[in-house]
Structure formats: C-alpha cells, structure tokens
C-alpha cells in the first residue's frame, strides 16, 4: 500500500469510527460497539473500501497496548488493597464459573476435546473471553440511582478492579499454554517469573516516578517516561516471558496508578487514544469481523454465548456473595452488576485472534454479548433498587 493509501484508510476509519461511535451513544449503547459496527461497514464484509494492512494492524495493536495502559493508571491500588478478602473471593468465583461455562458451551457445539488439544484451547479460550467485566455502565447508572458509595457499589467496584487482574492472569497463562513448544510448568514459571521482576522493577521505577512528579509536576517528561515504561513493559512480558504484551502495559500502569499525577499521565494518553489509536482498534475488530462464514449455527452459538456469560458472573459473583454474608437480594445485585462486558473482552478477543485460538466469525458473539450486556445491566439494576433498597447498614 502507497503512503497516499494509509491516509485515505485512517481518515475513513476516523470518520466513521467517530460517526457511529455518536450513533451508538444516543441509542444508548457502549460508543465502542459503534466504532466496531463501522470497520465492519468499511472493510472487506460489506463496502470494502478499507482492508487490515500491516499498518493498520500495528496502529491497532499500539492502541490496544494504550488502552490496557491506562486501565492501569485507573486502577484505585489503595482502594484494592483494603477490600479484603469479600471482594476477592467474589472476583475470583465471578472469574472462575465464567470461564468453565465458556470452556463447556463451545466443548458442547464443537466436541469435547483431551486437555492438550488446539481444539481444547480454543474452548478454554472461550471462556477466558467470558472472564472480563467492564463496569463503567453499571458505575454510572449505580452513580444516577446515588448508590454507588453504598456496599453494594463499592463491593462491584473493587470486585471489578480484581476480576480484570485475575482475567489477565488466566489470560497469560492460557496464551501460554497453546504455544506447542511450552509445557504447563514453563508457563507457570515464566508466569511467576515476570510478575517477580514487575515487582521488582516496579518497585524501582514508582520510587523514581514519585520523586520525579513531586519535583516537576504535571510536566511532559512524567508522561513521556510513562509512556516508554508501558511499551518496554510490553516488549519484556512478550519477548522473554511469553505473555501478552498487554498484560506488561497493564502492569505498568498499575506500577504507576499512586504517583500524584497518574490522573495526569491517563488524560494526555487518552488524548491520542481516543483521536485516532483507539478508534482504528475497535474499527480494526469489526474490519477482521468475518461476516460471510456467519450461519444460523454459529447464530445461535453466539445467542447462547451471550447467555451464559451473563448467567454465570450472575451465578459466580451473587453465589459468593451470598456466602460472604449478604442477603440473596443484595447479592442478586452484585451478580448483575458484575455482568457487564466491554473493551477487555474486546482486547482479550484480539489476543486470541492474533495467536490463532479463535476465529474471527466468533467476534460475532462477543460484540453481541457487549451490546446486550450494556443496554441490559442498567435495566435489571434500576428494577431490582426499586424493589429492595439498599438499607444504610446490611
């Protein structure tokens, strides 16, 4: 491709991405199931008029390595440590039930497959996509009904910040275990191995952030040094540990989530990721999305995809906290809560697709999944406030 043909295809990306990204919101809809629903128009499956260059794919995969960059710098570190072990357990029963549900409904439509198998992975996958929770929708609609700081609210939140750690993790280690050359204890090891060196230098390079920041705050060095420590991270994790370079980005942010001006390092990036290295992400989905293989088999394989991701965070996150001591109706509303699904499982998606564990027809599912989520969650959460309040103490 001319260099003449990489600016018509970024400006088209831009424009539509944006246009349908605006559409999507007034709908009520997550913006990024418009930004994907315009690849899908733009590339190859319906007017053709942009195709997934190698540039194109490298811009998208340093705007996904941005977009789990920032998710860290989000993350409220203090807030996680203090949650205790009600938070964890539910992140971990909301990680778990999920990720069995996927493996067993893909096992059910494609063959039950001996552990060790391509096929055996792929269904694996499955369910790693079902682990991620994104509840940026249900924060804001807890924020509406004035709920949000309430035990409910606060457990959804912090429960959501360790699921999406712990989603990174099976991650790893599931992209880890379908490289042919590696063994089970290898991944395992490498695993451990780069989060002990991310301790390790993280440790190292928060000190020299913070000393940094308190010296010239709110300078452009501070982002640029930012920026350099998530794709070094990035390169690490990928090239000599085997992990996804988005999980060395996510660590990174989270390395840098308690400097003063981490909100600061966010806002600029966010600036370039969402003017043009987010967009051609979320639009590059829908350009791989293929629609021609789409039957009414793999239909109603992603009616039930969608389903069973919602049935078992409901089933995971409201089971356990019912055990941790909540009452069922309570715990009803940290299941729905935690249903939601947004860009990881779109991040999450991409990383299989790049690794060959799943196909691309199967981002079908997982758009589904994202748009029924989103317009859903908010619904059932308002329903189920109106008929049991939450009471000042529990």
Known sequence: ??????????AI???????????ARKLKAPQVAGEIVAGLIIGPSVLGWVNTSDFILQMAQIGVVLLMFCAGLETNLKSLVKTGPKALAIACSGVFVPLVGGTLLYSCFYGFHSIGTPEFYKALFMGTIMTATSVSITVESLKEMGVLSGEIGTTILNAAIIDD?????????????????????????NTLLFFILAVCVGFICYKVFKLVD???????????????????????????FGIADITGAYVAGIILCNIRDSEYIARRLDINSYVLFGPIFFASIGLKTDISDLNVSILFFAICFVLVA?????IGCGLMAM???????????????????????????QKGLAVGMMDPVYFTAVILLIIVSSITTPILLKLLYTKWPEEAKE
């Open 1 to 10: 491709m001319d260099n003449l043909g990489i600016f018509r295809d970024i």
């Open 13 to 23: 990306i831009i424009l539509f991405a944006k246009f349908f990204g605006l559409v």
């Open 165 to 189: 750690v712990i989603g990174m993790v099976v991650l790893t280690f599931v992209v880890g275990l379908n490289d042919p050359a590696s063994k089970p204890y290898t991944v395992v090891r």
């Open 214 to 240: 308190n010296r010239y705050p709110h300078s452009r060095r501070i982002t640029i040094a930012g920026l350099a420590l998530c794709l070094a991270l990035a390169f690490v994790a990928e090239e000599f």
């Open 310 to 314: 919602m049935i078992t965070k409901i």
């Open 323 to 349: 055990i941790c001591g909540m009452k069922p109706k309570h715990a009803l509303k940290v299941g729905v809560g935690m249903m939601t699904r947004g860009e990881v499982a779109l991040i999450v998606s």
